[in-house]
């Protein structure tokens, strides 16, 4: 079964500096989607970024981009220019492609942004 | 504004009582999925639909049932038989089982005491 982790339950950002969440996951599949989420305190779940397995180029979204090592089998997300309202749960998630399947969630990292 | 209705935002049961809660899209998507949220859990699939009137169990369906009789509606029902209820539910939909990422709900806090 696959299974996502993320080992960082919480972190903390200055505003305006960068920060790495990671997330590794394991899988016997070579085509899949990887993504991150964020959870606000409002708990809505927002798409931040999706990655592609079979694509090299690491996925970017304005100030969101990742670091995909599919070899390790690494997903980080690193968060450029940190503003207060980045401050949320972040969840990692995977899915197989090619066939019906589930999102997998990690158990998330709580990122606060200080001033 | 296409989005997915979850209602009512609270719910409050007593146990023993079997509860129903909406999740509604006007999106046009295929598939409807079922959440539950736990602290330090993250989000576990309960129940899936990829067409109207089929659905699959997920990791955790014990204890839950649900209906797909239209494109725009899955309900879920947690019954008297699921030990734990107490949480926080999370419907999403994707416009289809193969797609990639999803759209949520804002979610349901269900408190059984």
């Known amino acids: 079964a696959q299974t996502v982790t993320q080992s960082q339950p919480e972190m903390s950002v200055q505003e305006a500096e960068t920060v790495t969440l990671s997330c590794t996951y394991d899988?016997?599949?070579?085509?899949?989607?990887l993504f991150w989420y964020k959870q606000p305190p409002s708990r809505q779940m927002i798409l931040v970024i999706r990655?592609?397995?079979?694509?090299?180029q690491n996925a970017t979204e304005n100030r969101f981009s990742v670091n995909f090592q599919k070899a390790a089998k690494s997903f980080s997300l690193k968060i450029s220019d940190s503003q207060l309202g980045d401050a949320a749960m972040y969840f990692c998630a995977y899915r197989k492609s090619g066939t019906a399947s589930k999102l997998t969630f990690g158990t998330g990292t709580r990122l606060q942004v200080t001033l | 504004d296409g989005g997915i209705t979850q209602s009512p935002k609270y719910l409050f049961r007593k146990e023993g009582q079997n509860v129903t809660l909406s999740c509604e899209q006007n999106l046009n998507h295929d598939a409807m999925y079922w959440y539950r949220q736990d602290p330090g859990q993250g989000l576990r699939l309960i129940y899936y639909s990829q067409i109207v009137n089929d659905f699959q169990k997920g990791d955790i369906a014990e204890g839950y049932s649900v209906s797909r009789e239209k494109k725009e509606s899955f309900p879920l029902t947690v019954t008297s038989a699921q030990k734990n209820p107490t949480a926080f539910y999370l419907c999403?939909?994707?416009?289809?089982?193969?797609?990639?990422?999803?759209?949520f709900g804002s979610g349901t806090r269900l408190t059984v005491v």
């Open positions: 999403a939909s994707s416009i289809g089982v193969l797609q990639g990422g999803y759209t």
């Open positions: 899988t016997s599949e070579s085509d899949y989607y």
């Open positions: 990655q592609e397995a079979y694509k090299q």
